[in-house]
């Protein structure tokens, strides 16, 4: 049965997104999708949806959502991100990070802040409009999201309703955790546009990411990478989320999952799939270094990666309904400034 | 296999040797070529054309695109499917054919408006070229464009063919909002910007042709590699009349292309 949720707030920086938009990028069309496929799939297994089902991707302030029509529904949290929830009656208790909660006709839910990039997740997804196979937003097209663009305030976004027999709210003690240390990265398709000594300056040297910094991609600045006599421009060619551009002024860009489908800068290296989504989490001041691996670490690194996860959904514990109220909320939040904080190799 | 120096020369005479480049653990680039040239673009498509039929085939398990660019393939795959060693393998051998494409590409006629508001920069590359700024539309109209590649936005055509007259570099300083459809040159390439973007091309003209529109699902860009395009000139009246159109969606695209377009 289908449910309606009002959006009261849209936020700042939430857009609608899933897997993203696989097939057409023949014709130009970036993947777009979740920054952190693995936090999105997170939220959606507390909601009890399949792991690719479109949530809100919140970068910076929470929506506050009201369930309008139907119901109930199960909102799901990941991320450093709390919540609150008011009943029609005026009733308010907190949401914690990382968990679940059920809606009731009438109550609204507001987000807080986001530190790094969170994850709202709801029974049966946020169903916004799918263009191309695909909900999530690529606003310069007008592709996906609402209408092609980010929530408004006053739009209404159909969910499903919970089953009678789904089982009672659930919750983590933090997110899947990610990898620590460098970036993983492979080298090419053009690192023989640099000399020996500066591919292995660059997976030596301190990066500082930028404020220079979207969905798009982000600019990294740090020691000046040379390239050789190839020069930087090339003619263009296949990119894709996590590789890592180098125009002539020496000073990386990565691009992220809105980014486009060909580039004309030399690339001297692109991030491994298992290390995406911990880019997700960078912002403006933090620190990153790179680690050249080959395909078969690339391969230990994604299975490694879906063993936290599996093993994180092990973990899922019921929600205490008359728990000492702020434990939980204020565990996840240590455990989480861990995971996202801006120190060097935090990422 | 060393997949980064693996290069296969192809039987024929004058082919640039195949090379295979990693592009993260999740996708390869078969580079055929460095330069922007009809034939090079034409050995792309033919790998392309190999891959479309073996759509299905084991040999394909887990790859999930292709994006053909002026001298390259770049193949996307799920690399907890795809053995990226043999499907390197199989691109080296299907490059090694040489086969050039056998895609008749659809041949295009747009109209293209030159009003003073849709032509910015007409005047300052009429004078940089010592042209005056007709004799540059009357270049820009006499030209057949081949269109290499669709990329950087949605359903945006690199539009190879500018002639050598109007080749310039492009501007020293970007605009940060480029209107959407304009008709813009730069180096020996001309284009048409699909959507407000930033851009660095020179502005020329504008047409009222939507580059991109999910509803013919089939085709959602106008364009595609390996087709033909000239521009034919309309009057600021003829163009306001078809960007209306194409605003309400009635603007049957099909009226502008020579041949009949695929459901």
Same mark, same amino acid.
């Given at each position: 049965m289908s449910a309606v949720l009002e959006v009261l707030d849209p936020g700042f920086f939430v857009t609608l997104q899933d897997g993203g938009r696989k097939g057409f990028r023949n014709i130009g069309v970036p993947l777009a999708g979740a920054l952190d496929p693995v936090w999105l799939a997170a939220a959606n297994a507390l909601a009890g949806n399949p792991v690719d089902a479109p949530g809100l991707e919140v970068r910076l302030a929470g929506p506050t959502l009201r369930l309008k029509e139907g119901g109930p529904v199960r909102l799901a949290l990941v991320g450093a991100m709390t919540g609150e929830v008011t009943t029609a009656e005026g009733a308010k208790r907190p949401v914690a990070a990382n968990a679940a909660v059920t809606l009731k006709p009438g109550d609204t839910?507001?987000?807080? =802040? +986001?530190?790094? #990039?969170?994850?709202? +997740?709801? &029974?049966?997804?946020? @169903? /916004?409009?799918?263009?191309? /196979? &695909?909900? &999530? #937003?690529?606003?310069?097209? =007008? *592709?996906?999201?609402?209408?092609?663009?980010? $929530?408004?305030?006053?739009?209404?976004?159909?969910?499903?309703? *919970?089953?009678? &027999?789904?089982?009672?709210? *659930?919750?983590?003690? !933090? $997110?899947?955790?990610? !990898? =620590?240390?460098?970036?993983?990265?492979? @080298?090419? $398709?053009?690192?023989?546009?640099?000399? $020996?000594?500066?591919l292995q300056a660059f997976c030596r040297d301190t990066y500082t990411v930028s404020p220079s910094l979207d969905r798009m991609g982000m600019r990294l600045e740090g020691p000046v990478l040379t390239h050789n006599a190839l020069g930087a421009d090339i003619v263009s060619d296949g990119v894709t989320p996590g590789v890592i551009q180098c125009p002539a002024n020496g000073q990386p860009i990565i691009l992220l999952a809105d980014g486009q489908t060909t580039g004309g800068y030399a690339k001297i290296a692109c991030a491994i799939r298992a290390d995406l989504p911990r880019l997700a989490h960078l912002r403006p001041g933090d620190t990153l270094h790179f680690a050249a691996v080959t395909r078969d670490e690339a391969k230990a690194a994604r299975q490694a990666a879906q063993a936290v996860f599996t093993q994180w959904v092990c973990t899922l514990a019921p929600v205490r309904p008359e728990g000492p109220p702020d434990s939980v909320m204020l565990l996840s939040h240590n455990l989480i400034s861990g995971v996202t904080a801006g120190e060097d190799e935090s990422v | 296999m060393n997949e980064k120096r693996d290069t296969v020369s192809a039987s024929a005479h004058n082919y640039v040797p195949a090379r295979l480049l990693p592009l993260g653990d999740s996708a390869l680039t078969l580079e055929l070529g460095r330069s922007i040239e009809t034939e090079t673009h034409e050995r792309v498509l033919g790998v392309a054309a190999a891959l479309e039929a073996l759509k299905g085939e084991p040999a394909l398990a887990g790859v999930e695109e292709w994006v053909s660019s002026f001298c390259a393939l770049t193949v996307h795959f799920d690399p907890d499917v795809t053995d990226a060693e043999a499907l390197g393998h199989l691109l080296l051998a299907l490059a090694a054919r040489g086969t050039r494409a056998s895609i008749a590409g659809l041949e295009w006629v747009l109209p293209a408006c030159f009003d003073e508001e849709f032509a910015p920069d007409l005047d300052a590359l009429a004078a940089r070229k010592g042209m005056s700024p007709q004799a540059v539309i009357d270049t820009l109209l006499g030209a057949t464009f081949r269109v290499y590649t669709i990329g950087f936005l949605p359903g945006f055509p690199y539009l190879g063919g500018l002639p050598e007259a109007l080749e310039v570099p492009r501007l020293s300083s970007p605009r940060s909002a480029v209107p959407a459809k304009s008709i813009a040159v730069a180096g020996a390439m001309c284009a048409v910007y699909p959507w407000l973007s930033p851009g660095g091309w020179h502005l020329l003209g504008r047409t009222p042709v939507p580059m991109f529109d999910p509803r013919y699902s089939a085709r959602p860009a106008l364009l595609a590699p390996g087709d033909r395009l000239r521009w034919r000139a309309v009057d600021r009246e003829t163009y306001d009349a078809m960007a209306a159109q194409a605003e309400a969606g009635t603007l049957d695209r099909e009226r502008f292309c020579r041949k009949d377009m695929p459901a």
């Amino acid at each position: 049965m289908s449910a309606v949720l009002e959006v009261l707030d849209p936020g700042f920086f939430v857009t609608l997104q899933d897997g993203g938009r696989k097939g057409f990028r023949n014709i130009g069309v970036p993947l777009a999708g979740a920054l952190d496929p693995v936090w999105l799939a997170a939220a959606n297994a507390l909601a009890g949806n399949p792991v690719d089902a479109p949530g809100l991707e919140v970068r910076l302030a929470g929506p506050t959502l009201r369930l309008k029509e139907g119901g109930p529904v199960r909102l799901a949290l990941v991320g450093a991100m709390t919540g609150e929830v008011t009943t029609a009656e005026g009733a308010k208790r907190p949401v914690a990070a990382n968990a679940a909660v059920t809606l009731k006709p009438g109550d609204t839910f507001k987000a807080g =802040r +986001a530190t790094g #990039t969170a994850y709202i +997740a709801v &029974s049966g997804g946020f @169903l /916004g409009d799918a263009d191309l /196979g &695909s909900y &999530s #937003t690529f606003e310069r097209a =007008r *592709l996906g999201g609402i209408k092609g663009r980010a $929530p408004q305030r006053g739009d209404l976004i159909a969910c499903r309703a *919970l089953a009678a &027999s789904a089982g009672g709210d *659930l919750c983590a003690e !933090a $997110p899947p955790a990610h !990898a =620590r240390g460098p970036i993983r990265i492979m @080298l090419g $398709p053009q690192d023989d546009h640099f000399e $020996p000594e500066t591919l292995q300056a660059f997976c030596r040297d301190t990066y500082t990411v930028s404020p220079s910094l979207d969905r798009m991609g982000m600019r990294l600045e740090g020691p000046v990478l040379t390239h050789n006599a190839l020069g930087a421009d090339i003619v263009s060619d296949g990119v894709t989320p996590g590789v890592i551009q180098c125009p002539a002024n020496g000073q990386p860009i990565i691009l992220l999952a809105d980014g486009q489908t060909t580039g004309g800068y030399a690339k001297i290296a692109c991030a491994i799939r298992a290390d995406l989504p911990r880019l997700a989490h960078l912002r403006p001041g933090d620190t990153l270094h790179f680690a050249a691996v080959t395909r078969d670490e690339a391969k230990a690194a994604r299975q490694a990666a879906q063993a936290v996860f599996t093993q994180w959904v092990c973990t899922l514990a019921p929600v205490r309904p008359e728990g000492p109220p702020d434990s939980v909320m204020l565990l996840s939040h240590n455990l989480i400034s861990g995971v996202t904080a801006g120190e060097d190799e935090s990422v | 296999m060393n997949e980064k120096r693996d290069t296969v020369s192809a039987s024929a005479h004058n082919y640039v040797p195949a090379r295979l480049l990693p592009l993260g653990d999740s996708a390869l680039t078969l580079e055929l070529g460095r330069s922007i040239e009809t034939e090079t673009h034409e050995r792309v498509l033919g790998v392309a054309a190999a891959l479309e039929a073996l759509k299905g085939e084991p040999a394909l398990a887990g790859v999930e695109e292709w994006v053909s660019s002026f001298c390259a393939l770049t193949v996307h795959f799920d690399p907890d499917v795809t053995d990226a060693e043999a499907l390197g393998h199989l691109l080296l051998a299907l490059a090694a054919r040489g086969t050039r494409a056998s895609i008749a590409g659809l041949e295009w006629v747009l109209p293209a408006c030159f009003d003073e508001e849709f032509a910015p920069d007409l005047d300052a590359l009429a004078a940089r070229k010592g042209m005056s700024p007709q004799a540059v539309i009357d270049t820009l109209l006499g030209a057949t464009f081949r269109v290499y590649t669709i990329g950087f936005l949605p359903g945006f055509p690199y539009l190879g063919g500018l002639p050598e007259a109007l080749e310039v570099p492009r501007l020293s300083s970007p605009r940060s909002a480029v209107p959407a459809k304009s008709i813009a040159v730069a180096g020996a390439m001309c284009a048409v910007y699909p959507w407000l973007s930033p851009g660095g091309w020179h502005l020329l003209g504008r047409t009222p042709v939507p580059m991109f529109d999910p509803r013919y699902s089939a085709r959602p860009a106008l364009l595609a590699p390996g087709d033909r395009l000239r521009w034919r000139a309309v009057d600021r009246e003829t163009y306001d009349a078809m960007a209306a159109q194409a605003e309400a969606g009635t603007l049957d695209r099909e009226r502008f292309c020579r041949k009949d377009m695929p459901a």
